[in-house]
């Protein structure tokens, strides 16, 4: 009953910046984390960044110090903003969300379908 859907993929130059937004909607009651993985072709997926409901943050090594996971808690909305991107950036980007509906449900984890980012001169 839970839909993640992602916006803002598309083609940059390296050193160029994105900024990738993950909405949740559907039947919600409390959101514990919202985060980003990233799935290249013939990679395994890897953790990007993710973002807890007490606003603490963990970031993939790769992109610590040029990735930023800001939120909008009204909206249910978590953004992924990629600064001095690198051809090795290249992949679909999937939002992360650990939900539950109401207060008898178990928590949950949830996928978006993915926003292809390609890094390329």
């Known amino acids: 009953q839970v839909h993640l859907v992602e916006s803002g993929g598309g083609l940059v130059q390296p050193g160029g910046s994105l900024r990738l937004s993950c909405t949740a909607s559907?039947?919600?009651?409390?959101?514990?984390?919202m985060g980003w993985y990233r799935q290249a072709p013939g990679k395994q997926r890897e953790l990007v960044a993710i973002r807890y409901s007490g606003a603490s943050t963990e970031y993939g090594d790769s992109v610590k110090g040029r990735f930023t996971i800001p939120r909008d808690n009204a909206k249910n909305t978590v953004y992924l903003q990629m600064d001095n991107l690198k051809p090795e950036d290249t992949a679909v980007y999937y939002c992360?969300?650990?939900?539950?509906?109401?207060?008898?449900?178990?928590?949950?984890?949830?996928w978006g379908k993915g926003t292809l980012v390609t890094v390329s001169s």
């Open positions: 559907g039947r919600i009651l409390n959101i514990n984390a």
């Open positions: 992360n969300a650990d939900i539950r509906s109401d207060i008898s449900s178990k928590y949950m984890f949830y």
